[in-house]
Structures are given as C-alpha cells and as structure tokens.
C-alpha cells in the first residue's frame, strides 16, 4: 500500500461518505468523487455494525492511498487507529484531541467539530487540531436538527484560526461559493455528491468553485 499522504489537512472538496450495508457500493461511489478531484474524504458510520465498519474504513484507506487523499474516520479514535486511517475527526462527545494525538501520533490527522463556537475552535486549534469544523450552516437532510452556523463566524474566525476552516451542512453547488467568499478553506459535502446522478462530475463542479476563488 501506498504511503499515506498526510502532511497537513489539504482544504477543498472533503467527502463524507452515505451509510451503507453496501461495501462494494460505497467503494464505487468515493471511486467516483476521487476520479473528480475531492481532497479528503471522511468515513462516517454510526452502526453499531463493529465488523462492518472496520471492513469499510480499511478498504476506504486502501482505496484512497493511490489517489493520495487522506481518509479519515468520523467519531471512532480505535477504528482510525486499527485501520491505520490518515485522522479522525472529533465531535464534542468523543475523545479528546490530546487523547487522539498520544494514540494516532504526530503523522496523522486531527479535525475538530466546532458547530457554531468560536470559542470552542479556539481552543481546538490550541489543543493541536489540524483542521476546525463549523455548521450546520445550511439546513442538512443528514442531520436535519442540527444548529444553525451564520457567515459572521466564518468571517471572525478567519483572522484568529490558522489552521484551516471546514463548513457543513446542507452545502450543494448553488449556496457554496458565499462560503467560501466568507473564509472556508474546505467544503464537507455528502448529498452534494453522493445523492447525485454523476458523482465524478458533481466532485469536479464542486472543485471550480475553489479555483474561481484562487484566481480572485
């Protein structure tokens, strides 16, 4: 297997994977979003499935390895590290990023759901965090009861965080761009490209958006 190509959290398009029993359905579907170009991609998978999920994480990282795409693993700091992923993101219940750091070590990845706190960004960024993430900042048919994030914290948050800055929720192709105009490095979009009729192209719609706002 390819090395893994982690030096820092490379912004842009970041997948989030739908949940499915499918495992060759799922590889087809991230296949498609990294032949268009997607940055990272995140495995994310809240069954209780424990074989299941250490399948799917461990063939994701084999898939995205050739690609050099970091694959990192929502919530789960043991799966992340038995399937020697490239990171895992934290929520606010899981554990704790210097836990992660000590398990993962210093090569991989650490990203930080911050929803819609400054404060707690802050103090994710001081605690070692590679990457922060806000949202729900449009309305998600992932998680439909999340809160709701404004483009005013995008906006102050930009001049105190120096790691990069990771919108969610309800992202698609026509609401993206006034993120990015309001300071997020990476877009995390899962219906934006998994529920579409052409993953690859979707990804690669997705991706003129960042470079339209690297030629500005």
């Known amino acids: 297997m390819p090395e893994s190509p982690v030096a820092q959290f490379p912004g842009g398009v970041y997948a989030i994977t739908p949940e499915t029993a499918d495992t060759d359905h799922l590889l087809t579907q991230v296949e498609a979003a990294l032949a268009g170009g997607v940055?990272?991609?995140?495995?994310?998978?809240?069954?209780d499935d424990v074989a299941r999920r250490?399948?799917?994480?461990?063939?994701?990282?084999a898939l995205c390895r050739p690609f050099g795409v970091p694959l990192i693993?929502?919530?789960?700091l043991r799966l992340a590290?038995?399937?020697?992923a490239d990171g895992v993101h934290l929520g606010r219940d899981n554990a704790s990023l210097r836990?992660?750091?000590?398990?993962?070590?210093?090569?991989?990845?650490?990203g930080a759901s911050c929803y819609q706190s400054l404060?707690?960004?802050l103090a994710a960024q001081a605690a070692g965090a590679d990457y922060v993430a806000f949202g729900s900042f449009f309305a998600s048919p992932t998680k439909p009861a999340a809160g709701r994030a404004g483009l005013d914290l995008l906006r102050d948050a930009a001049p105190l965080i120096h790691v990069p800055l990771v919108a969610i929720g309800g992202?698609?192709?026509a609401n993206a761009a006034q993120l990015l105009d309001?300071?997020?490095?990476?877009l995390a979009v899962l219906s934006a490209l998994f529920d579409t009729p052409d993953i690859r192209a979707s990804a690669r719609a997705l991706n003129q958006l960042f470079e339209t706002e690297s030629e500005q």
Not at 54 to 61: G, I, N, R
Not at 81 to 84: A, E, I, R
Not at 99 to 110: D, T, Y
């Open 171 to 173: 992202i698609t192709l």
């Open 99 to 110: 836990e992660a750091r000590i398990i993962l070590g210093r090569g991989k990845l650490i």
């Open 119 to 121: 404060e707690l960004a």
């Open 73 to 76: 693993v929502n919530d789960d």
């Open 182 to 186: 309001a300071g997020a490095d990476s």
């Open 54 to 61: 250490h399948e799917q994480a461990s063939e994701l990282v």
């Open 81 to 84: 590290d038995l399937c020697d």
């Open 39 to 47: 940055a990272a991609v995140q495995y994310r998978d809240k069954s």
